[in-house]
């Protein structure tokens, strides 16, 4: 334990995902000792990204305004819908070119032992953006890990009935791993084979 | 090297850094071990499914001062695939790994080990109806823990039975004169059922009709909820 205002700084960096305790102290005197930290640079871009940055109205991605820049863009193909469960799949995907459709971003996945089921996700939504007709295929884009299929179980199973056709990514990604790490290609290829589920 | 081998099942996975997991398991022989799988997260990595949740697996463990690390796992058996196929099953699947982990938070056995490896099969095989499947495990591993229910003779004063309430605070069926007010009766058949439940007697539990089979489970979940002293969080998500 250290006194008052740095033990604070170790608090509140460990607080973030993925930050033990270790990390939280070693992010904290970097910023002690290190004079070329531009301190109020950091604290300004993360004030700034509260005030500014949204979440897309629509298909729930970041924006900077009501709707994202894929939603708005009147080139993308609303017959296609990905599901993806981050912004940061969006990414992802974005990067392999290979998909010129919309996006749904649920804001994570089913994952029953941390209290979260379908009522947690942005899945009404997704319901009520089918609702209209104009999509023809949803594409679930979830993680190839247990949480991503099952949320990709739930979801086809709701989807059914739906007269829409439900795909899921080709298996040739490698399972357990996070969709944000599949690189480019294949991931690309994970579009093109595409399996309808129904 | 302070190194050692067991085989566990996997309850749950944490996120930790960038790329890598603290993966909660249940082994045999070592009770509950908490554990970093380092890069496991990137879709290059040496372990790709082989430590996600309902794994069983051989593991080589390195030991740290907090936390062990995994080195090695190899894959003794994948439930994994066959239940997350269906949403019941993934979610019951849930509510086992979740008590799992509960149930040992003090001393793990190899007896826990094998009831939830031996659940967790049977449900990926289908063998008995899932909700079955579920409050057998449920009844099993509390009476494993200390929390047998009773049902023949009266939970409080040991008159012998059969009685009509019964009551998750006193452990189980009581007599009319240890029932509090208003304690709620139960038909003969339920309890019927709960004692097929407890003892693995398929045959004898799947006989009865779904309107007990609710029942049940209604009584295992308020039984296993209040022996948690918490609330099971996976529990609420379960799909009929
Ligand atoms: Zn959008
Ligand atoms: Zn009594």
Not at chain 2, 21 to 30: A, D, E, W, Y
Not at chain 2, 112 to 123: E, T
Request: glycine share 8%; with cysteine; proline share 4%.
């Amino acid at each position: 334990m250290y006194d008052g205002i740095v033990q604070e700084l170790i608090d509140e960096l460990g607080r973030l995902p993925g930050i033990g305790p270790k990390s939280a102290q070693r992010i904290a005197f970097h910023i002690l000792q290190t004079e070329s930290f531009d301190v109020s640079r950091l604290s300004s871009v993360l004030v700034e990204v509260r005030e500014k940055v949204k979440f897309c109205e629509i298909c729930g991605n970041v924006s900077e305004e009501v709707t994202c820049g894929i939603c708005r863009d009147p080139r993308r193909d609303p017959t296609f819908i990905c599901v993806v469960e981050e912004a940061k799949d969006v990414v992802a995907i974005e990067r392999t070119r290979e998909f010129r459709g919309l996006y749904h971003v649920l804001g994570g996945a089913i994952s029953p032992i941390d209290g979260i089921g379908p009522d947690d996700l942005r899945i009404r939504q997704l319901m009520t953006r089918l609702a209209d007709g104009t999509v023809m295929e949803v594409i679930i884009a979830t993680d190839p890990n247990l949480e991503g299929e099952a949320t990709a179980t739930y979801l086809s199973r709701l989807l059914k009935t739906l007269e829409i056709k439900v795909s899921r990514l080709a298996s040739g990604l490698p399972v357990g791993g996070d969709l944000e790490y599949a690189d480019e290609v294949t991931l690309g290829r994970a579009f093109e084979g595409r399996r309808t589920v129904s | 090297m302070p190194t050692y081998r067991d085989e566990g099942v996997v309850l749950r996975t944490h996120k930790l850094g960038e790329a890598d997991r603290i993966v909660t398991l249940l082994t045999k022989g070592h009770g509950k071990v908490r554990a970093v799988a380092k890069g496991v997260r990137r879709t290059s990595s040496k372990f790709g499914a082989r430590l996600e949740p309902f794994m069983v697996a051989d593991i080589q463990f390195y030991e740290g001062r907090s936390l062990d690390t995994i080195q090695q796992a190899e894959t003794i058996a994948s439930y994994g695939a066959d239940i997350v196929d269906d949403y019941p099953r993934f979610t019951a699947a849930s509510v086992m790994v979740e008590t799992a982990d509960k149930v040992t938070e003090l001393e793990g056995s190899p007896q826990q080990y094998l009831l939830l490896v031996g659940a967790l099969r049977s449900l990926s095989r289908q063998e008995h109806p899932t909700e079955l499947t579920l409050d057998s495990y449920l009844l099993r591993a509390l009476s494993l823990a200390g929390w047998a229910p009773t049902f023949d003779s009266c939970a409080r004063c040991g008159e012998v039975g059969p009685h009509e309430s019964f009551v998750v605070q006193l452990g189980g069926m009581v007599c009319v004169k240890c029932a509090p007010p208003g304690a709620p009766h139960i038909v003969p058949d339920v309890v019927l059922l709960l004692d097929a439940l407890v003892r693995g007697e398929w045959d004898a539990a799947e006989a009865h009709t779904q309107q007990n089979w609710s029942k049940a489970s209604a009584l295992v979940s308020a039984y296993t909820q209040w022996h948690l002293e918490r609330t099971l969080r996976s529990l609420e998500h379960v799909a009929k």
